[in-house]
């Protein structure tokens, strides 16, 4: 599979900010490429929706991608949620 194209649909669905959106971006969370979860991350963050909160925070403590922690704490802290 293309992680392009799997991008590419995580920047679309936060731009477009349907809450329908938050479970598919939610598995893409889990994606192969670290790229493809900081983008979900910021989608979820724009969307803001609170389901996110747990999954984001579990990738927050998996990740050793600084960029993609980066994106989970910006997607947490839309989400009004502290991070320690």
């Known amino acids: 599979e293309d992680s392009g194209a799997r991008r590419d649909v995580a ?18 969370l889990g994606d ?3 790229n493809v979860q900081g983008w979900a991350a910021g989608a979820l963050g724009k969307i803001g929706d609170r389901r996110a909160v747990k999954p984001l925070v ?4 998996a ?22």
């Open 63 to 84: 990740s050793e991608e600084v960029a993609v922690r980066n994106a989970v704490k910006g997607a947490l802290d839309k989400l009004g949620h502290e991070v320690k």
């Open 32 to 34: 192969e490429d670290y």
């Open 58 to 61: 579990k990738l927050l403590k």
């Open 11 to 28: 920047i679309a669905l936060g731009e477009i900010g349907d809450k329908h959106a938050v479970m598919p971006l939610i598995k893409a």
